[in-house]
């Protein structure tokens, strides 16, 4: 069974840099089927898609996040990871890994980690 | 972007009652890429339906969905009592993804 866990600080200063791991066990991120997203979750804006990768790198982000954001993945751990730049309070949420489909009709997120929060203050 | 608002934002129902939650799309999604997720508190979310009407791996079949172009609905035809919870919507049919706000269905 698929099972993905996130990783990283819960505390980060304004203005830094985040950096969260997903580690994947029970398959591969190797897979080409699938793409290994990020999304985050706060009580005002919901769930908000982050960006996504492939196993050879490719990656696409929400246009909204993208100046911010790197996404990159580490095969021979089976992790890929988030880091996400010049953080405000705005970026204080739960931030989830998930697995989608690669073809543009199998994008929905299944499963998903468990979360973890994280807390943007100084 | 597609924008995606769900209605109610809380449903207050009875166990046994229908529950009727609407996802309504600012354009047409497109092939019907639209799932939608359960959420339970401190929980991820939890895939229910995707490609608009069919059940994910293990999903009752209390649930379905149905809709396509900019109307979506996800039915549940007699609530029990772990039903109640928020459900949320997902366009996947256009970058970037996008999720609804979310509808709460609640014990009257």
């Known amino acids: 069974q698929l099972q993905l866990q996130e990783s990283g600080p819960g505390l980060v200063k304004p203005s830094e840099t985040l950096s969260l791991t997903c580690t994947v066990s029970?398959?591969?991120?190797?897979?080409?089927?699938?793409?290994w997203g990020w999304i985050r979750q706060t009580p005002g804006k919901g769930l908000e898609w982050i960006g996504s990768?492939?196993?050879?790198?490719?990656?696409y982000y929400n246009p909204s996040l993208k100046s911010r954001v790197t996404i990159s993945v580490d095969t021979s751990k089976n992790q890929f990871s988030l880091k996400l730049s010049s953080l405000t309070a705005a970026d204080t949420a739960v931030y989830y890994c998930?697995?989608?489909?690669?073809?543009?009709?199998?994008?929905?997120?299944?499963?998903w980690g468990q979360g973890t929060l994280v807390t943007v203050s100084s | 972007e597609i924008v995606l608002t769900q209605s109610p934002g809380t449903l207050s129902l009875s166990p046994g009652e229908r529950a009727t939650l609407s996802c309504t799309a600012s354009?047409?999604?497109?092939?019907?890429?639209l799932a939608w997720y359960q959420q339970k508190p401190g929980q991820a979310p939890r895939l229910l339906i995707y490609?608009?009407?069919t059940r994910a791996t293990g999903i009752p079949d209390r649930f379905s969905g149905s809709g396509s172009g900019t109307d979506f609905t996800l039915t549940i035809s007699r609530l029990e009592p772990e039903d109640f919870e928020v459900y949320y919507c997902?366009?996947?049919?256009?970058?970037?993804?996008?999720f609804g706000g979310g509808t709460k269905v609640e014990i009257k």
């Open positions: 997902q366009q996947y049919g256009s970058s970037p993804l996008t």
């Open positions: 490609g608009a009407s």
């Open positions: 990768i492939y196993y050879s790198g490719s990656t």
């Open positions: 354009q047409s999604v497109s092939s019907s890429d």
């Open positions: 029970g398959g591969s991120v190797s897979s080409n089927r699938y793409y």
């Open positions: 998930a697995r989608h489909g690669s073809s543009w009709y199998l994008k929905w997120f299944d499963p």
